[in-house]
């Protein structure tokens, strides 16, 4: 399974961005897509899952408020949605699959994108 991000790149202090990841294929009969990021020197970082019914999500309480997941699953697609973006953001965001849900642990996920750079200016 080939997963690739797209969406990231450079944005102002109050902007807004919006990742997409797109699977290659279907590798489970269900499961749960999530994004991550990782900032420079820092471990990978859990943002937010949604489960295979594009309806129950889980957020890391840091990130709440301020990014929204959703999926798209004829197309195999999760998005990220980033608004009021601010320097601490800059990080590469990474989506994965796992086959359960709920999990903000690394070890749980099967697949992984390469990442698609974020950057956020003051």
């Known amino acids: 399974v080939q997963m690739v991000e797209s969406g990231g790149g450079l944005v102002q202090a109050g902007g807004s961005l919006r990742l997409s990841c797109a699977a290659s294929?279907?590798?489970?009969?269900?499961?749960?897509m999530a994004w991550f990021r990782q900032a420079p020197g820092k471990e990978r970082e859990f943002i937010a899952t949604i489960a295979w019914n594009a309806a129950t999500t889980h957020y890391a309480d840091s990130m709440k408020g301020r990014f929204t997941i959703s999926r798209d699953n004829p197309k195999n697609t999760v998005y990220l949605q980033m608004t009021n973006l601010k320097p601490e953001d800059t990080a590469v965001y990474l989506c994965?699959?796992?086959?359960?849900?709920?999990?903000?642990?690394?070890?749980?996920?099967?697949?992984w994108g390469q990442g698609t750079q974020v950057t956020v200016s003051s």
């Open positions: 294929e279907r590798p489970f009969t269900s499961y749960s």
């Open positions: 994965a699959i796992s086959r359960i849900f709920g999990t903000d642990l690394v070890d749980e996920y099967s697949y």
